[in-house]
């Protein structure tokens, strides 16, 4: 059976992406009951994704569970003590939601099928490519506390972005703002 072993494979990577996110979390000081939720909802994607990818192979819904698994871990990293990978956590830590939508945009095919619903994938892509730039380079140091993202028990490194290229504290903000306004639009703007 041809690419028999990607599941495998693609399942692997997603238990050392998880692993390696506990361990992080754990060593930076976050509560154990909020890194055991964190890691329970990141291995049922995995998992989800391992089955589906096995049972239908030509289908793209298990392939993308897993990816979904993966990312969405990306936060933990946030509290990382290297920090280019905290800064990088940090940029990208909401791309979970950029890759959700489209899961369930494509259930049960795992393609786009209505015009709107392209649109929606369009515009949630766009948004990411905006958010990720911002916080990637006009934040100059990743705060211990990060109160505005997803996750209550979120903590940062407090540590320096070494890729910030300036201090916009007032763009990021407002950028922060307005495209998660245009996300819930988005959002909304799929119901059927």
């Not at 692997?12 to 992080?24: F, P, R």
């Not at 920090?83 to 990208?92: E, G, I, S």
Request: glycine share 8%; proline share 7%; hydrophobic share 55%.
């Amino acid at each position: 059976m041809k690419g028999a072993w990607a599941p495998w494979l693609g399942t692997a990577i997603g238990l050392a992406v998880a692993a390696g996110a506990g361990l992080v979390a754990l060593r930076a000081g976050v509560p154990e009951v909020a890194i055991v939720q964190t890691e329970l909802v990141g291995l049922a994607y995995l998992a989800a994704g391992a089955i589906a990818w096995r049972r239908r192979p030509d289908n793209r819904t298990g392939p993308l569970l897993l990816v979904i698994g993966y990312v969405w871990y990306i936060p933990d990293f946030q509290v990382s003590s290297v920090p280019a990978v905290a800064a990088l956590a940090f940029a990208t830590r909401r791309l979970v939601n950029s890759l959700t939508p489209y899961l369930l945009l494509t259930f049960p095919s795992g393609r786009l099928g209505l015009r709107r619903h392209c649109l929606a994938i369009v515009l949630v892509t766009a948004l990411a490519a905006i958010q990720i730039p911002t916080r990637l380079l006009l934040v100059d140091r990743i705060p211990a506390v990060l109160e505005h993202v997803d996750r209550i028990t979120t903590i940062g490194c407090d540590c320096v972005n070494p890729f910030a290229l300036a201090s916009a504290p007032a763009v990021f903000t407002g950028v922060e703002r307005w495209t998660g306004f245009l996300a819930v639009g988005t959002a909304l703007s799929t119901h059927p």
